[in-house]
C-alpha cells in the first residue's frame, strides 16, 4: 500500500510515544510506503482534492526517527488510504477539512476514520447514543440548568464539548464557594455548551482508554492514573500511564458500541471509561498504542495496519 498520513509538523511529534508514528513504523515494516501532508495542505480545485506530500522513511531512534525523502502534489485517490492523523483542537478548521476529505472520499479516495463519521460523532456528546454504559449526564448552556444538575448530584465534573488533553475540566461540588464562578467561566456565561456527569470516584484507580480497532476490542488498555492531588486522567495533565488487561465491563461496552462505530467508517476508535462508566468516545485522533506496546510487547500498532490492510483490500 501507499499510505498518505494527514499529521501535525513531524518535528513536532514525540516519537517515543506518538500512536501515529508506531502506525508508520508498522506500515513501513509491512513493506507498506508512507508519505505525509500537513492538514493546511489538503485543497479543492477543478473537482479534485489533493495535498503537497512528503515521501517519509522511518529510523528506529525515537530522537531522530524520520528522514524524508521527494515531494509532490498528489491527487488523495492516488494513495491507497489517507489517514487523517491532525490532533485537536476540533475546530471550524478541522471541520472544512472534513468537508475537503470527503469531497476526497465522493472522488474514489479511501479515508480513515471516516471523515463524515469524525464530524458527527463529537468526542464528548456521542456517549449519548449509548445511555446503559453512561453516568447521569447532561450538555446544557444556560447556566440555571447547570446549576440544577449540580444541585441533584452533589459532585460533578464540568467540561466543554470542545475540549481536550484535560483542559477545562472542573470538579465542582453543590457547596463548593467557587461554584458560581466556576459555572459561569466554563459557560462563558452561557453562551457555550457544557456537558456535565456525575463525579466518578474511580477515577482514582485511573482512566482507562480502551481501543477498538475495526469495532474489536484490543486486550490491553491504557489506565491514565491521576497524579496526587488531581482529578484528571489525562497524560497531559501528569496522569501516568499504566498498561493493563481489558475487565470484563470493557468487553461488555466494546460489543455494544464497537460493531456500530465500525460500520460508520470509524476504524480506530478510544473509549474512555471511568470504573464501569463510558465518559468519551475519541475519534480524531486517539492515542495509546506506543505505551501499551511497550508495556505490554502486544503488537497494537501492527494489528491497525492489519486491520487497514483488509479494509482497502
Same mark, same amino acid.
Not at 529510523?59 to 488510504?81: C, M, N, P
Not at 464562578?181 to 456565561?189: A, G, K, P
Given at each position: 500500500?501507499?499510505?498518505?498520513?494527514?499529521?501535525?509538523?513531524?518535528?513536532?511529534?514525540?516519537?517515543? !510515544? @506518538?500512536?501515529?508514528?508506531? %502506525?508508520?513504523?508498522? =506500515?513501513?515494516?509491512?513493506?507498506? +510506503?508512507?508519505?505525509?501532508?500537513?492538514? $493546511?495542505?489538503?485543497?479543492?480545485?477543478?473537482?479534485?482534492?489533493?495535498?503537497?506530500?512528503?515521501?517519509?522513511?522511518?529510523?528506529?531512534?525515537?530522537?531522530?526517527?524520520?528522514?524524508?525523502?521527494?515531494?509532490?502534489?498528489?491527487?488523495?485517490?492516488?494513495?491507497?488510504?489517507?489517514?487523517?492523523? !491532525? @490532533?485537536?483542537?476540533?475546530? %471550524?478548521?478541522?471541520? =472544512?477539512?472534513?468537508?475537503?476529505? +470527503?469531497?476526497?472520499?465522493?472522488?474514489? $479516495?479511501?479515508?480513515?476514520?471516516?471523515?463524515?463519521?469524525?464530524?458527527?460523532?463529537?468526542?464528548?456528546?456521542?456517549?449519548?447514543?449509548?445511555?446503559?454504559?453512561?453516568?447521569?449526564?447532561?450538555?446544557?448552556?444556560?447556566?440555571?440548568?447547570?446549576?440544577?444538575?449540580?444541585?441533584?448530584?452533589? !459532585?460533578?465534573?464540568?467540561?466543554?464539548?470542545?475540549?481536550?488533553?484535560?483542559?477545562?475540566?472542573?470538579?465542582?461540588?453543590?457547596?463548593?464557594?467557587?461554584?458560581?464562578?466556576?459555572?459561569?467561566?466554563?459557560?462563558?456565561?452561557?453562551?457555550?455548551?457544557?456537558?456535565?456527569?456525575?463525579?466518578?470516584?474511580?477515577?482514582?484507580?485511573?482512566?482507562?482508554?480502551?481501543?477498538?480497532?475495526?469495532?474489536?476490542?484490543?486486550?490491553?488498555?491504557?489506565?491514565?492514573?491521576?497524579?496526587?492531588?488531581?482529578?484528571?486522567?489525562?497524560?497531559?495533565?501528569?496522569?501516568?500511564?499504566?498498561?493493563?488487561?481489558?475487565?470484563?465491563?470493557?468487553?461488555?461496552?466494546?460489543?455494544?458500541?464497537?460493531?456500530?462505530?465500525?460500520?460508520?467508517?470509524?476504524?480506530?476508535?478510544?473509549?474512555?471509561?471511568?470504573?464501569?462508566?463510558?465518559?468519551?468516545?475519541?475519534?480524531?485522533?486517539?492515542?495509546?498504542?506506543?505505551?501499551?506496546?511497550?508495556?505490554?510487547?502486544?503488537?497494537?500498532?501492527?494489528?491497525?495496519?492489519?486491520?487497514?490492510?483488509?479494509?482497502?483490500?
Amino acid at each position: 500500500m501507499v499510505l498518505l498520513f494527514i499529521i501535525d509538523p513531524p518535528e513536532e511529534l514525540k516519537a517515543y !510515544k @506518538d500512536t501515529t508514528v508506531a %502506525m508508520m513504523r508498522a =506500515a513501513q515494516a509491512r513493506g507498506h +510506503e508512507t508519505w505525509f501532508c500537513s492538514q $493546511a495542505a489538503l485543497h479543492w480545485s477543478k473537482s479534485t482534492v489533493a495535498a503537497a506530500a512528503t515521501r517519509i522513511s522511518l529510523t528506529g531512534d525515537d530522537q531522530d526517527w524520520y528522514r524524508t525523502h521527494e515531494s509532490s502534489e498528489r491527487s488523495l485517490r492516488d494513495f491507497d488510504a489517507v489517514l487523517m492523523r !491532525k @490532533d485537536p483542537p476540533f475546530d %471550524m478548521e478541522y471541520v =472544512a477539512s472534513t468537508w475537503i476529505l +470527503e469531497a476526497a472520499e465522493r472522488q474514489g $479516495a479511501r479515508v480513515f476514520n471516516s471523515p463524515r463519521a469524525i464530524r458527527d460523532h463529537n468526542e464528548k456528546f456521542a456517549i449519548a447514543e449509548f445511555p446503559q454504559f453512561t453516568v447521569p449526564s447532561l450538555v446544557a448552556r444556560a447556566m440555571e440548568i447547570l446549576q440544577r444538575f449540580i444541585d441533584e448530584h452533589d !459532585k460533578v465534573v464540568l467540561k466543554r464539548l470542545d475540549g481536550m488533553g484535560g483542559a477545562g475540566i472542573f470538579v465542582v461540588r453543590r457547596d463548593d464557594p467557587n461554584r458560581n464562578v466556576i459555572v459561569e467561566t466554563i459557560s462563558d456565561l452561557g453562551t457555550r455548551s457544557v456537558m456535565a456527569q456525575r463525579f466518578i470516584p474511580e477515577i482514582a484507580h485511573g482512566d482507562k482508554r480502551v481501543i477498538l480497532i475495526d469495532g474489536r476490542i484490543v486486550p490491553h488498555c491504557l489506565a491514565r492514573i491521576p497524579k496526587p492531588g488531581e482529578s484528571r486522567g489525562n497524560l497531559a495533565a501528569g496522569a501516568r500511564g499504566e498498561a493493563q488487561p481489558v475487565s470484563a465491563r470493557h468487553c461488555e461496552i466494546a460489543a455494544a458500541v464497537g460493531p456500530v462505530l465500525a460500520a460508520r467508517g470509524l476504524l480506530f476508535v478510544g473509549l474512555d471509561v471511568i470504573g464501569d462508566w463510558l465518559t468519551e468516545l475519541n475519534v480524531t485522533s486517539p492515542t495509546g498504542f506506543r505505551e501499551i506496546q511497550d508495556q505490554t510487547g502486544y503488537d497494537v500498532a501492527g494489528t491497525f495496519i492489519d486491520a487497514l490492510l483488509s479494509k482497502v483490500q
